[in-house]
């Protein structure tokens, strides 16, 4: 009874503010998952908005499948066509269309003169390029599967492993790619990046063909299945990184 | 309220900041220190595109990067250099910035109308913007960071570029908007602030000098600045015993505004000091600085 009598003082109004400001940051995580978070940005910003530069995109990718085409046409011409494994082919230029989107097209990028505006905005560089990521990898495995069926035109191919074994590649790359481009700035080390992968492919091929085509070739099927799905998972946890981590832990 | 906490930065070894403290209500703060003095270290740290190496910087009692979007929610930036995209007129851009800024579509149209009227551009609102001059092009950068009504508001050397008729409109823009929110304006050119803000913060040696209103940081030099005239012959002698803060010629004489302990002759006139004359005055031997004055 003693107790009732006792008098607390009511808070002032900045008080509950900040009190309802802490218990609301502490305890909720306004952001849901991954999925969502995506959709409810997309939703709220549209195409138009993420892909502000659609247009320079689109010539990126005109421009990717004419190098790609040109570059395995002018293969063929150097090295005979015949003599080349097509996997190897498949595997070795299967994250060029990627590589071009995320070279030209991360977005994050601090020499960006809109670099400072952007990133103080709700929705900003990471955010934008998370989603911009994942779409470009997608876009990127219809685009190697097109290839593919061009390929089988000419060549006997088994479109399912030829698809695993392009994704495979594809987000192996993608996953190396992503983790250099949150961790090193650096457009060179991006660079030589893509001109290793290249050239240690084609290297790897050429002077030790038989390891390189039994690595290639006697790998299960479903081995190419655990790599594809592993690697999209790794490729999934960078873009979560650049979505939800704080601003603090991305630029650290 | 806005509040940094014993905010340190170091770049390596260099020490950028060093224990800075400091309290933020409604109203404009005028951060007024030499280039080179950390101004721009403490702005982008304000704004959340650096982060401190101790301390930490609170927004109603919650550390900014806990709150992270949710305080980009409430937050505007005009930076130093801003940037835009040439090929866009200003309605695209700021439309662009809106939808980043999480403003719905109808709500977006309704702003950038008013903004744009705000900073006089309602006639250009669909030219593209790389025939704009620096003026035109600094307005769209105070529209943009005032399109999601901020209650913080931070500016970084905002008037660079504007000649003085510009100026005079974006402080007067400026004090239309201080009323319900904190507005801090860093600059290097006292005008700038010295008749519109609250308080004004001077950053010396990596710390914070002051924190005070006009008046009572030009009062630091009451009863120590004086003018007076000084023959040609003399000036030497004169330049070597006193801080001079200003100078004018006047037919084969040279009038001195300077500083000194105390009132040694008769023909030395005392003058009210202005933020400048501290400025000046504070600044004069500062070697630290990139832009040291000596």
């Given at each position: 009874?003693?107790n009732?009598?006792?008098?607390?003082?009511?808070p002032?109004?900045?008080?509950?503010?900040?009190?309802?400001?802490t218990i609301?940051?502490?305890?909720?995580?306004?952001?849901?998952?991954?999925?969502?978070?995506?959709?409810?940005?997309?939703r709220?910003l549209?195409?138009?908005?993420i892909?502000?530069?659609?247009t320079?995109?689109i010539?990126?990718?005109?421009?990717s499948?004419?190098?790609?085409t040109?570059l395995l046409m002018?293969?063929?011409?150097?090295?005979?066509?015949?003599?080349?494994?097509?996997?190897?082919i498949?595997?070795?230029f299967?994250?060029?269309?990627?590589?071009?989107f995320?070279?030209f097209?991360?977005?994050?990028?601090?020499q960006?003169?809109t670099?400072?505006?952007?990133?103080v905005?709700?929705?900003?560089?990471?955010?934008?390029a998370?989603?911009?990521?994942?779409?470009f990898s997608?876009?990127?495995?219809?685009v190697n599967s097109?290839?593919?069926?061009g390929?089988?035109?000419?060549?006997?191919?088994?479109f399912?492993?030829?698809f695993?074994?392009?994704?495979?590649s594809?987000?192996?790359?993608?996953v190396?790619?992503?983790?250099?481009?949150l961790?090193?700035?650096?457009?060179?080390?991006k660079l030589?990046?893509?001109?290793?992968?290249l050239?240690g492919?084609?290297?790897?091929?050429i002077?030790?063909?038989?390891?390189?085509?039994i690595?290639?070739?006697?790998i299960?099927?479903?081995?190419?299945?655990?790599?594809?799905?592993?690697?999209f998972?790794?490729?999934l946890?960078g873009?979560?990184?650049?979505?939800f981590?704080?601003?603090?832990?991305?630029?650290? | 309220?806005?509040?940094?906490?014993n905010?340190s930065?170091?770049?390596?070894?260099?020490?950028a900041l060093?224990?800075?403290?400091l309290?933020?209500?409604?109203?404009?703060?005028?951060?007024?220190?030499p280039?080179?003095?950390?101004k721009?270290?403490?702005i982008?740290?304000?704004?959340?595109?650096?982060?401190?190496?101790?301390g930490?910087?609170l927004?109603?009692?919650?550390?900014?990067?806990?709150l992270?979007?949710k305080?980009?929610?409430?937050?505007?930036?005009?930076?130093?250099?801003f940037g835009?995209?040439?090929?866009?007129?200003?309605?695209?851009y700021?439309?662009?910035?809106?939808?980043?800024?999480?403003l719905?579509?109808?709500?977006?149209?309704?702003?950038?109308n008013?903004?744009l009227?705000l900073?006089?551009?309602?006639?250009?609102?669909?030219?593209?913007?790389?025939?704009?001059s620096?003026?035109?092009?600094?307005?769209?950068?105070?529209?943009?960071?005032?399109?999601?009504?901020?209650?913080?508001?931070?500016?970084?050397?905002?008037?660079a570029?504007?000649?003085?008729?510009e100026?005079?409109?974006?402080r007067k823009?400026?004090?239309?908007l201080a009323?319900?929110?904190?507005?801090?304006?860093s600059?290097h050119i006292?005008?700038?602030?010295e008749?519109i803000?609250?308080?004004i913060?001077?950053?010396?040696?990596k710390?914070?000098?002051?924190?005070?209103?006009v008046?009572?940081?030009?009062?630091?030099l009451?009863g120590?600045?004086?003018?007076?005239?000084?023959?040609?012959?003399?000036?030497?002698q004169?330049r070597?015993?006193?801080q001079?803060?200003?100078e004018?010629q006047e037919?084969?004489?040279l009038?001195f505004?300077?500083?000194?302990?105390?009132?040694?002759e008769e023909?030395?006139?005392?003058?009210i000091?202005t933020?400048?004359?501290?400025?000046?005055?504070?600044?004069e031997?500062?070697?630290?600085l990139?832009?040291?004055?000596?």
């Amino acid at each position: 009874m003693q107790n009732s009598n006792k008098k607390i003082p009511y808070p002032e109004e900045i008080e509950i503010d900040q009190e309802i400001s802490t218990i609301l940051t502490e305890g909720m995580d306004s952001r849901a998952n991954f999925w969502s978070f995506l959709l409810t940005m997309y939703r709220q910003l549209g195409f138009r908005i993420i892909f502000r530069d659609f247009t320079e995109i689109i010539y990126t990718i005109i421009l990717s499948i004419v190098v790609v085409t040109g570059l395995l046409m002018s293969l063929g011409d150097l090295l005979i066509w015949n003599d080349w494994n097509v996997y190897t082919i498949i595997f070795t230029f299967s994250p060029v269309t990627y590589l071009l989107f995320a070279y030209f097209f991360f977005i994050f990028q601090k020499q960006k003169p809109t670099y400072e505006v952007e990133m103080v905005c709700k929705y900003n560089l990471y955010q934008l390029a998370a989603f911009r990521m994942l779409t470009f990898s997608i876009v990127s495995m219809l685009v190697n599967s097109v290839f593919i069926i061009g390929l089988m035109m000419d060549q006997s191919i088994h479109f399912g492993y030829a698809f695993l074994l392009s994704s495979s590649s594809l987000f192996l790359f993608a996953v190396i790619l992503l983790y250099v481009q949150l961790y090193v700035f650096s457009r060179l080390v991006k660079l030589l990046l893509a001109i290793g992968w290249l050239l240690g492919n084609i290297l790897a091929s050429i002077f030790s063909e038989g390891l390189y085509l039994i690595i290639l070739q006697q790998i299960p099927l479903y081995i190419y299945g655990m790599i594809v799905i592993g690697s999209f998972v790794v490729y999934l946890k960078g873009l979560k990184k650049l979505l939800f981590a704080s601003q603090r832990e991305r630029m650290s | 309220m806005l509040v940094i906490e014993n905010v340190s930065k170091q770049y390596g070894n260099f020490q950028a900041l060093n224990s800075i403290q400091l309290e933020f209500q409604n109203g404009i703060y005028g951060l007024l220190a030499p280039n080179g003095a950390g101004k721009t270290t403490l702005i982008k740290m304000i704004a959340t595109l650096m982060f401190p190496t101790k301390g930490e910087i609170l927004y109603n009692g919650t550390n900014i990067v806990a709150l992270d979007d949710k305080y980009r929610d409430v937050l505007g930036y005009l930076p130093q250099h801003f940037g835009y995209y040439k090929n866009y007129s200003p309605e695209k851009y700021l439309f662009y910035l809106a939808a980043l800024k999480g403003l719905d579509k109808s709500t977006a149209k309704q702003r950038i109308n008013e903004l744009l009227t705000l900073v006089g551009l309602e006639d250009v609102t669909r030219k593209k913007m790389k025939k704009f001059s620096g003026g035109m092009i600094q307005r769209v950068g105070i529209a943009q960071e005032m399109l999601n009504d901020p209650k913080v508001l931070i500016l970084d050397e905002p008037t660079a570029g504007l000649d003085p008729k510009e100026r005079a409109r974006f402080r007067k823009i400026l004090t239309s908007l201080a009323r319900d929110r904190i507005i801090i304006l860093s600059t290097h050119i006292v005008s700038d602030v010295e008749s519109i803000a609250n308080q004004i913060i001077m950053i010396k040696e990596k710390k914070v000098l002051y924190q005070d209103t006009v008046a009572h940081i030009s009062n630091q030099l009451k009863g120590m600045l004086f003018e007076t005239e000084v023959s040609l012959a003399e000036e030497d002698q004169f330049r070597d015993n006193y801080q001079i803060i200003g100078e004018r010629q006047e037919q084969e004489k040279l009038i001195f505004r300077f500083v000194a302990e105390q009132r040694l002759e008769e023909a030395w006139q005392e003058v009210i000091p202005t933020l400048e004359d501290v400025f000046l005055h504070v600044y004069e031997d500062d070697q630290t600085l990139a832009g040291s004055m000596k």
